[in-house]
Each structure stands twice: as C-alpha cells, then as structure tokens.
C-alpha cells in the first residue's frame, strides 16, 4: 500500500535559519512524487514536482530534492512569509491521478 | 489564467441533510478529483471523473457521489451527511490522465450539526 510520512509535524524557525522538511514514501512506481504549500483555511497551492531519484528543483527561498526513498524540501533564509503547512503527496503507478498524501508539516518563521 | 474555482465558500447542514459541491478546473484541464481534508490531516482521495466517468475511487462510502459535465466541470454529492463528514472539500484539475500535476481551488468548509 501506498504510504507517505511526513517530518517533523511542526517547526519553528527564526527568520533566516535554514532548514529541512522530510517526507518518507513507499509506493508502487512513482510517477510523480509533489510539494504544496497550504495556508490556513485555503486550497493547497502547487509547488514542485519531482519524478526520479537525483531530480532537484528550486523556486525562491525553496529547494525540493528526490531520493528512491524520501524527499527533502530545503528552506534557505526563510520569512515570516513562509511561513504554512507544507504538504508531500505521491502518485503510484498503481493508483494513477491518486495523491496519497503525508499529514503535512506545519512551519512557522518568527521575525 | 483562470484557477481552479469552488463554490460555495462554506455552509452548514444538518445531519441526515444531503449537499452538493460545485468546482470548475482550471483553463485547459478535463480531469477532475475530489479530496476531502479533516482539521489537521493531508486531503483524502474521494474520487476522479475524467470523460464524464467516475475513473477513479477512493475509501469512500456510495454516500459520496459525483458527476463531470461535458464542460469539465463537476459536483460531489453527499447524502445523509454525518458529523465526520465536517472538513474542507478540495477539488483539483489536471489535463488528461497521464499529466500527474493537480492544481487544487480554495476548497468548501463544510460543517454538519
């Protein structure tokens, strides 16, 4: 089955500390693993996508990078701004256009 | 380039009440999903209509129902609503089944009492 782990559950920063969110997954022929930033209340809002091991992709202050195992996305001098839930989601060959999703990160930068 | 769009915004039933939620996808796309996401948790997979036919379905009770018009667009269905049916209802398009990335709308915060 299909599975996603996503860690910590929460972190607190100060602006400009950089860190790591982690997310874990075990599926049945990744076809796309996917990062979304949620906002309180609102839809999640796309960020990446990655599909083989070895990818990196960047936007911003946000690095998103892909292992056969795990994803990592990489916050480098974070805002307050940035503050959001950051969500892991994979699609499996065996479930195509199926997201299964981690329980998400809750991220919080303090000024 | 318009987004992802839902209506309504939120409202509020009664259980045993039954409720239909509303989504147009985003320009361009004909796929659509259901995710139903509870306070706290990732979004659930309910289902995915693409061709105005249910593709895909989630852990979901028949309670859960939907329909793609020849627009794209697409309604969920719930009846006899139950106090866990509370959360917010996200709808997300993409193009086609064999384009992965889904864009999701601001969702409906639905409450039962």
């Known amino acids: 089955e299909d599975q996603v782990t996503q860690s910590p559950e929460a972190l607190r920063l100060q602006e400009g500390e950089s860190s790591s969110l982690n997310c874990s997954y075990t599926?049945?022929?990744?076809?796309?693993l996917f990062w979304y930033r949620q906002d309180p209340g609102k839809g999640p809002e796309f960020l990446f996508t990655?599909?083989?091991a070895g990818e990196e992709k960047e936007k911003e202050r946000l690095k998103a990078t892909l292992t056969k195992k795990e994803s990592f996305l990489h916050i480098t001098a974070p805002k307050p701004e940035d503050s959001a839930t950051y969500l892991c989601?994979?699609?499996?060959?065996?479930?195509?256009?199926?997201?299964?999703f981690g329980q998400g990160t809750t991220l919080q930068v303090k000024p | 380039d318009a987004g992802v769009t839902q209506s309504p915004t939120h409202l509020i039933k009664t259980r045993g009440q039954q409720v239909t939620l509303r989504c147009s996808p985003k320009?361009?796309?004909?796929?659509v999903s259901w995710y139903q996401q509870a306070l706290g948790q990732g979004p659930q997979f309910i289902f995915q209509?693409?061709?105005?036919?249910?593709?895909q379905r989630g852990n979901f009770p028949d309670r859960f129902s939907g329909h793609q018009f020849p627009n794209y667009s697409s309604e969920l269905n719930v009846n006899a609503l139950l106090l866990g049916d509370s959360a917010l209802y996200l709808c997300?398009?993409?193009?086609?089944?064999?384009?992965?990335?889904?864009?999701f709308g601001p969702g409906t915060r639905l409450l039962v009492l």
């Open positions: 320009s361009g796309h004909d796929t």
């Open positions: 990655l599909y083989s």
């Open positions: 209509y693409y061709e105005e036919e249910e593709r």
């Open positions: 997300a398009s993409s193009l086609g089944l064999r384009e992965e990335t889904q864009y």
């Open positions: 599926v049945s022929g990744l076809r796309g």
């Open positions: 989601a994979v699609d499996g060959s065996s479930n195509t256009g199926k997201l299964i």
